[in-house]
């Protein structure tokens, strides 16, 4: 199984409103990432959790916090966003950091900013 | 010069044909190689990585791998219109510890 869940499928938030994207996988992987995808562009990636530690900051601006509960959870909370922000973000887990071990994506959060 | 590589496209096939996707990378020390197929609105899929020279195959898809000269293809056979969607050539490297996209083929494959 190489299921990466993600909720909820949408999301439509103000520019002054708190929320939270959350994404699970059980497959025992070690290494969680969270990418934003805008459209008819490949994914960016913007953190990467290795064994529940943040290894990975690619200068994301603060309005986006992530965190690792556990092993199986990642969540990327947002706060006082812009309307560019709005975008695809993809959850995905890999095995390990390695490079030699692939990424599985969940189905991702559709995100508008009003 | 881009890291990663691909013609945007659209690829335009005939059912039945074989869809020839093809990725060229900068960095010498990249080690892993995967294609992920991508449907409008959707989640990247992956379908194909490959670590050695060669070919490797699963079903209707081979991924073609050539470190000499930098360059990754994926082949379709027997295109069918639900292969119709955009594919994306990514690389992992020990020397940039992450993955790099291209910017993805987009194949339309007709009846």
């Known amino acids: 199984d190489t299921e990466v869940t993600q909720t909820p499928k949408h999301l439509v938030m103000g520019m002054t409103n708190k929320k939270s994207l959350k994404c699970e996988q059980h497959m025992g992987h070690r290494a969680m990432y969270w990418y934003k995808q805008k459209a008819k562009k490949p994914p960016e990636l913007m953190f990467v959790?290795?064994?529940?530690?943040?290894?990975i900051n690619e200068s994301v601006p603060s309005r986006f916090s992530p965190e690792c509960p556990n092993s199986s959870l990642l969540n990327l909370h947002l706060h006082a966003l812009q309307p560019e922000d709005s975008a695809l973000y993809l959850c995905?887990?890999?095995?390990?950091?390695?490079?030699?071990?692939?990424?599985?994506f969940g189905p991702g959060t559709r995100l508008t900013v009003t | 010069q881009k890291e990663v590589e691909q013609n945007s496209g659209p690829l335009s096939v005939p059912e039945g044909a074989i869809a020839s996707l093809n990725c060229t990378y900068s960095d010498r020390g990249s080690q892993s190689f995967f294609w992920y197929r991508q449907y409008s609105g959707k989640s990247p899929e992956l379908i194909m990585f490959i670590y050695s020279n060669g070919d490797k195959e699963d079903g209707r898809f081979t991924a073609q791998l050539n470190k000499a000269s930098q360059y990754v293809s994926l082949l379709i056979r027997d295109s069918q219109p639900s292969d119709s969607a955009t594919y994306l050539c990514a690389v992992n490297s020990i020397n940039t510890d992450k993955l790099i996209f291209g910017t993805g083929t987009r194949l339309q494959v007709f009846p």
């Open positions: 959790y290795s064994y529940e530690k943040l290894s």
């Open positions: 995905a887990s890999s095995q390990d950091r390695h490079p030699s071990y692939e990424q599985y």
